[in-house]
Each structure stands twice: as C-alpha cells, then as structure tokens.
C-alpha cells in the first residue's frame, strides 16, 4: 500500500485536477504568465534564430551552398570539429577523474580543487586567450624559447622541434579546452556525491578491482549526466569565440574555425556568406539541444528503476 | 584500450598540426582594408612566381587593426611579409621584438610604401548634415566613426590629418588639440579596425560620417551602390603611405626570403600597380598613375614627415600612453 502513496508524492502539481485548489493559480495568472514567457521566447531566441536563417537564405539555396564552396570555410568547419574532437575527450578524461576524486574522497584543499574548476567559468574568454598569449607568445615567459634556440640549457633541442602554439593549431585546442573545462566535471560532481560510495564497497568487497568498479558500477551509474556534460562542452567548444580569438591570429584557411570565419565573412560584406556558416552552427546547437533533451528524457526513464 | 585509442588520436593531431606547418607558403599579416587589394594580387603574383620559377607558392592572408598585428607579429605570428597601415607599425617589429633591422624602410622604394592612400569622410545620400570640410565635423550635432587609434592604423592617419588641417587653420599646436577634442567628442563609438567601423557606419546605420580611408571609402560605394552614400574629399588631407617589409627573422627561419622579397617587388612592379589602383589604392608608378588619374581627385596633401615629423615623433607625442590622444579622450 506504500507504493501509491510515494508516487503521489513524488509527482507533486502535476496534472492540475489533483492539486488542492490552494496551491493551483487562478486562470488569467496562468495566461498571462504562459504569453510573456513566450513572447520573450520569441523576441529573444526563435526571432533572431529565424533572421540568421532568412539572411543566409536572402538570395536562395544556390547562393546559401554556394557559400559553402570556399575553401576558408571548409578549412574552418575542419579545424572546428577537430578542435571539439580534441577538447572533448580531454575535458572527459578530466572531468571523470576530477569528479571522482571530490564525490568519493575526502582530502585537504577539496575545495580548493572545486573553486578552481569554476575558474573559467569566472573569467572571460578573452583572459583565457591571453593567458595563454602571455605564456608562449614570443614576448612572453616560454614563447621566447620555443622553435629559436635561444634558451640556455635546451636551445637546440628547442629548435629542432619548431613547436608553435601561438596562431597555431594547438594554441586554439588550448584555449579552448580551458574554456571547456567545467562542462563535464561541473555536471558529474552532484550526481556522484548524490550516488555516494555504497555501491562501489559493495563491488569492492565481492573482489572487483579497481577497474572492473569502474567499469561496471560508476560509469553505469554515471552514464546519463556525462553524456549531458559532454553534449554542453561540445557546444561550447565548437562556439567558442573571444578565447579563441586572441590565440588564433586569423590566418585565413588556416587558424580561423567557424565563429571567426563568420565575422570575417560579415566584415568583408558578404553577409550572405556569413549568415550561412552562422545558420549551420546554429543547426550544430540546434542538434546539440534535441540530443540533451533526448538524455533528460531517457535520464528521467532510467532513474526510478535504478 | 579506450584511452590508447584516444593517446593515439591526441598524438596523431599533435603530428597532424606539425606537418601542416611546415609546409612552404608565405604569411602576409596584413591591416583591415586591404583584404580584397591582397586577393587579387596573390592570385597575379603566384601566377607570374609559377610562370618564373616553377614553383607553386600559397600566400595566406591574415588581416586586422594594424596595430595589433604588428603585435600578433611580435608576439609570435609567423608572418614572411607584413603589409601594414604605416611605418610605426613595422618599426614596432624592431623596437619589441627586433624583427626586422632599423632601417627596413630604406629597403624599398618610396619609404617602402608601394601604394598611397589619403584620408576622406564617407556621409549617406544627400549628405544631409551638409559635411564639407573637416569644420562641420567639430559641428554639434554631428555623429563621427572612426576606429581607435590605438589599434587602427587608419585612425592614426584620420587623427592626424584632422590635426594637420587645425594646425594650418588655426596655427598653434594648442588650438589643434582644442580642435582634435571637440572631434572626438562627437564620436560614440571607436571600433578597433577600419573594416569594423566601415561595418559600423554602413550596415549598422550609426553616425553621419565615416573618416575613412579613400580606398575603403571607394569600396564600400562599390559594394553598397553609389545611390546609398557619397565621398566628401576635405580641402586637407594627409597622403597615408602604407609601408611593407619582409619579416627576417621570420623568412630566415622558414626558408623563404628570396619568394617574400620577390613577393614586395612585385607590388611595384606594372601589374602590381595596375592591382593597387583598381582597388582604389593610389598608385606610385607615373604610367598608372595617369591612366587612373581620374579616379583619384586631386587636394592638398601634407606629409607625415614634414609635418609631424616622422612616424617615431608622432606616435609618440599623439598616440603612446599619457600622449595627446589620451588626455583629449579620457577626459
């Protein structure tokens, strides 16, 4: 008889004929309300959202393909996908391990560890950029070393290796995986120190090692929230705009990924151009969204059976 | 097993990024406007460099506010060629990070300035603020775009021919500072290149007058039709030489010093020219310049050096920090 005593309580003011009338908000509050939300919905977000894609459209499909012809813009799309391809997996790995010590260990300086995993939430992007400028830009503390052969000890071992990092490719991976750093290990902290340790004792004491808990008790368990962490890093690393900025000096074809290769477009007044690589980041989020809501959806499934 | 495969994949990138920089194509940092001038020229110098020599040679552009690619350069953006708005640009590449030799600028031609430009106010159809001169610009009332000197090379000649043009008129160096304060309080808003405040002015609607540079004053009649907006050409004006110089330490490094000074030469060369004032870029060499003749009004130009005396003294007086540019726009 517990059973339908606990669901009712779980589902609190969902269907509106069950609520006590107390609690339920007159008619016109409830209208009201709806409208504003959606019209603020659709001033801010589905309007600007149509204009990106009637602006791409504004001289028809061909020229809407056509823009996608240039070589700038295929370079662009590549170094997009492959620095989200690099910064991903990094963040997870990292988000994983960083989840997992703070939700199943206790240690000096835990919060500490937290406060900075929320750094680059905090700064700006365009800080994050220079960080990384002041670090190995030429005039900065390893910049001067890198590829000149100027340094006392390693000077030609530094030269024969020609490591760029600044307005190159791994300067933008860089900036860019700092920027995403949170996403998953923000998402996964909460979910662990929810779960708690029991099930992993319980995995431990019938003699799993370490892995094998992993394996087939966390990450199961963990399935959900860091398929979400990752969707939200992706989106981010794929957008990243002011970090991504400084470091990448704007060799076209070369160091522009899709958010810079838009402004570029745009200030050359082709904003047709423009608005097209800008309609296909926005599909990117759009597809992002659908598949968060899909892992809420599946996420809600999943839960009260485990 | 999955963290091998993703090791390997990191590396793989890591060597991936390598390779691809090491093959030979030629960097040009250039300034904001010059984007389409530089398209076209590539295409005519890898061309006649293929015609010469056999090889295929890749230009890759990167444009800005001059100012900060001279310190994208300095702080490590391996450009062969810098293509900058003026002189105190490439001599920044010696001062901060002695990129170049001192005297870069005896290198070439004409202060290694292959093309000239001068500075014009842009106003919308019918020039409805009645904008003839640099006077009705310090009028109340009237909205200025003009990008930041600090970043722009483009606003450091707009400054400076606004100063050149108080100082003749009104004859002290303090009325001109009256004049270049009055100025600047009628702009609201100071983008970073000369392409973003051509963007501002244009398709953003903001302001009764663009300070522009000719070229991009020309440009954006042809891209936005000449019915939208109009050339006002000042009784004053100063001849903007945009200088160029290959990077040595840069070219040394990669290889490729004989192609990046070829690639200069060939900016004076007939066709070079011939690209430069179909871009709308004054054009140094007699023959072209009589054939565009009419296309460039004639107007009573100064010069950087013999009013200012040179780009070292004018940086830093107007535009270093705690110069006359910062007590006039702090303020």
């Not at chain 1, 919060?111 to 220079?130: H, K, N, Q, R």
């Not at chain 1, 570029?264 to 597809?287: D, P, Q």
């Amino acid at each position: 008889m517990a059973g339908p005593a606990t669901s009712l309580a779980g589902k609190p003011a969902r269907t509106g004929a069950g609520t006590p009338r107390v609690i339920r908000n007159p008619l016109w509050v409830r209208v009201v309300f709806m409208t504003v939300a959606l019209l603020f919905l659709g001033c801010f977000l589905l309007l600007p959202l149509a204009a990106v894609f009637a602006e791409a459209l504004r001289k028809g499909v061909g020229a809407y393909f056509h823009s996608f012809a240039d070589p700038d813009v295929h370079s662009a799309i590549w170094l997009t996908l492959l620095t989200a391809a690099i910064a991903v997996p990094a963040n997870l790995v990292f988000g994983v391990a960083a989840a997992w010590c703070i939700a199943k260990y206790d240690f000096r300086g835990k919060s500490l560890l937290v406060t900075f995993i929320d750094l680059p939430f905090a700064v700006s992007p365009v800080i994050s950029g220079l960080i990384y400028m002041l670090i190995f830009g030429l005039q900065g503390w390893l910049g001067p070393y890198l590829g000149s052969g100027d340094h006392p000890w390693f000077g030609e071992w530094f030269n024969q290796q020609d490591i760029k990092i600044v307005f190159a490719v791994p300067g933008i991976v860089l900036a860019t995986i700092f920027v995403t750093f949170p996403f998953v290990a923000r998402e996964l902290i909460p979910l662990m120190q929810t779960q708690g340790n029991d099930e992993e004792y319980a995995a431990l004491t019938l003699g799993a090692s370490g892995w094998q808990t992993f394996w087939r008790v966390t990450l199961p368990n963990i399935k959900w929230g860091l398929f979400y962490g990752v969707i939200l890093c992706n989106a981010r690393a794929m957008g990243e705009f002011g970090a991504v900025s400084v470091i990448s000096g704007k060799i076209r074809g070369e160091t522009t990924t899709m958010p810079l290769q838009v402004e570029i477009l745009y200030n050359e007044n082709n904003s047709v151009a423009a608005f097209a690589v800008a309609s296909l980041l926005a599909l990117l989020a759009l597809v992002t969204l659908v598949l968060k809501s899909f892992i809420e959806w599946r996420h809600a499934q999943t839960r009260p059976s485990a | 097993m999955k963290f091998k495969v993703l090791l390997s994949f990191l590396v793989a990138a890591a060597l991936a990024a390598a390779a691809s920089a090491k093959s030979i194509t030629l960097l040009n940092v250039s300034y904001d406007p010059t984007r389409e001038l530089y398209v076209d020229f590539n295409a005519a110098f890898a061309k006649y460099w293929k015609a010469k020599t056999g090889d295929d040679v890749t230009i890759k552009q990167s444009h800005g506010g001059s100012g900060a690619q001279a310190r994208a350069i300095n702080d490590g953006l391996q450009a062969d060629v810098a293509t900058l708005a003026l002189a105190a640009d490439v001599d920044a590449l010696f001062n901060v990070g002695k990129l170049v030799p001192q005297d870069w600028q005896k290198r070439l031609p004409n202060n290694s300035a292959p093309y000239t430009s001068t500075i014009v106010f842009l106003v919308r159809k019918g020039n409805p603020k009645g904008i003839k001169d640099w006077d009705d610009l310090v009028k109340p009332g009237v909205t200025i775009v003009t990008p930041n000197p600090k970043t722009s090379g483009g606003a450091r000649w707009n400054y400076l021919a606004a100063w050149g043009y108080a100082l003749k008129k009104y004859g002290s160096d303090d009325k001109a500072k009256e004049f270049i304060a009055k100025l600047y309080k009628n702009v609201p808003v100071l983008d970073s290149g000369a392409r973003g405040s051509t963007t501002t002015f244009v398709q953003r609607e903001i302001g009764d007058v663009a300070i522009s540079w000719e070229n991009e004053a020309f440009l954006a009649l042809k891209e936005y039709g000449a019915d939208k907006f109009a050339i006002v050409v000042p009784s004053l004006s100063i001849l903007a030489e945009p200088t160029v110089s290959v990077v040595d330490k840069v070219v040394k490094k990669k290889g490729t010093e004989e192609v990046a000074k070829a690639y200069l030469d060939y900016l004076y060369s007939d066709e070079g020219q011939e690209i430069a004032a179909r871009n709308f870029y004054r054009p140094r060499n007699a023959a072209v310049q009589a054939k565009y003749a009419k296309v460039f009004p004639q107007l009573e130009l100064i010069t950087i050096d013999e009013a200012f005396g040179g780009w070292a003294k004018a940086q830093k007086t107007h535009f270093a920090d705690g110069g006359v540019f910062d007590q006039i726009y702090l303020k």
